[in-house]
Structures are given as C-alpha cells and as structure tokens.
C-alpha cells in the first residue's frame, strides 16, 4: 500500500517555527515533485510549496514566501516544509502530495498524506 506519511504538526505561538516531514512507505517518490498543501475549517484546500525532483527547483505561495522553506532528501525519501514566523492564519491542516510534474495545481497530484494539524495561536 503506497501511503505518504506527515509529522511534525502541533501548537506553536505566533512567531515561532515547525518542521514538518513526510516519509513514504510503499513506493519510492525520488523521481516525483513533492507539494505541500493546507486546509483551514470551512476553506479550500490551497498550495503551499513545491519542490522538484531533484530539488533543483521551488515554488511557493505569497502567503509563505520568505517564511517557509521546502527541502528534500531523496536518499532518506522524506520531504520537508520548515515554517518559521508563523501567524495564526498558518493554522491548517498539511497535507504533503507527490505528481509526476513539478506543479502548484491540485489537481497534479496524484498521491496524498493523510494531513497534520498546524495551530498557531496568537
């Protein structure tokens, strides 16, 4: 069963940091772009970040720009999403996603985690 795995959510003032990982289990993702996405209660799901392959590449949204930071490790076959001065409307739940194509569409993406609860409280 090919399954994405998040950890790292929790409480954290406004202002501090997270780190967030996503494993995988089942299948390799190293010749897949990775995303990161949030979901906050009675919104869409929304794009993040996103990484290349080879991590060559990145994309964020402006929401994040500046303040998160996505990074890979394809030997260890994690992704990361470090979040640093967070704001309260951070809080969401985080889904990490992989797709055959580097891209910050939704749709894209093929394979999803289960999401990790991010709250920033202020």
């Known amino acids: 069963q090919v399954q994405l795995i998040e950890s790292g959510g929790g409480l954290v003032q406004a202002g501090g940091s997270l780190r967030l990982s996503c494993a995988a289990s089942?299948?390799?993702?190293?010749?897949?772009?990775m995303g990161w996405f949030r979901q906050a209660p009675g919104k869409e799901r929304e794009f993040v970040a996103a990484?290349?392959?080879?991590?060559?590449?990145?994309t964020y949204a402006n929401s994040v720009k500046g303040r998160f930071t996505i990074s890979r490790d394809n030997a260890k076959n994690p992704v990361y999403l470090q979040m640093n001065s967070l704001k309260p409307e951070d809080t969401a739940v985080y889904y990490c996603?992989?797709?055959?194509?580097?891209?910050?569409?939704?749709?894209?993406?093929?394979?999803w985690g289960q999401g990790t609860q991010v709250t920033v409280s202020s």
């Open positions: 089942g299948r390799t993702f190293s010749n897949y772009a």
């Open positions: 996603a992989a797709a055959e194509w580097f891209t910050r569409s939704t749709s894209g993406y093929a394979y």
């Open positions: 990484i290349t392959w080879s991590g060559a590449g990145t």
